[in-house]
């Protein structure tokens, strides 16, 4: 059984920054696949981003250039740098793992609002 533990979820203003971290702890192999997933108010969960344990990373194309995504393997950890936060960016993000099944972390929320 894979848990995740999310972290770094708030409140900023737009334009502003947050950095998100989830972990895997007790799990002692590399997780294929790490990533975050957000959803809004009366919307479907969608993918934010995604990085394999060897580093190819994958991003929805709202967040390209603004978001970064990576992981410390060694730990089963992975991060989600957000820069330049829009009002839109606002949603539960989730913390996402694939081994064989897809796992979820409870959510963590960013607001963006002046």
């Known amino acids: 059984q894979v848990q995740l533990v999310e972290s770094g979820g708030g409140f900023v203003q737009p334009g502003g920054s947050l950095r998100l971290s989830c972990a895997a702890p007790?799990?002692?192999?590399?997780?294929?696949?790490m990533g975050w997933y957000r959803q809004a108010p009366g919307e479907q969960r969608q993918l934010v981003a995604t990085?394999?344990?060897?580093?190819?990373?994958n991003y929805q194309g709202s967040v390209k250039g603004r978001f970064t995504v990576s992981r410390d393997n060694a730990n089963n950890t992975v991060y989600l740098q957000m820069i330049s936060l829009q009002v839109e960016d606002t949603a539960e993000y989730y913390c996402y793992a694939n081994f064989i099944r897809e796992y979820w972390g409870p959510g963590t929320q960013v607001t963006v609002s002046s």
């Open positions: 007790g799990i002692i192999f590399r997780l294929p696949v």
């Open positions: 990085v394999t344990s060897d580093g190819r990373t």
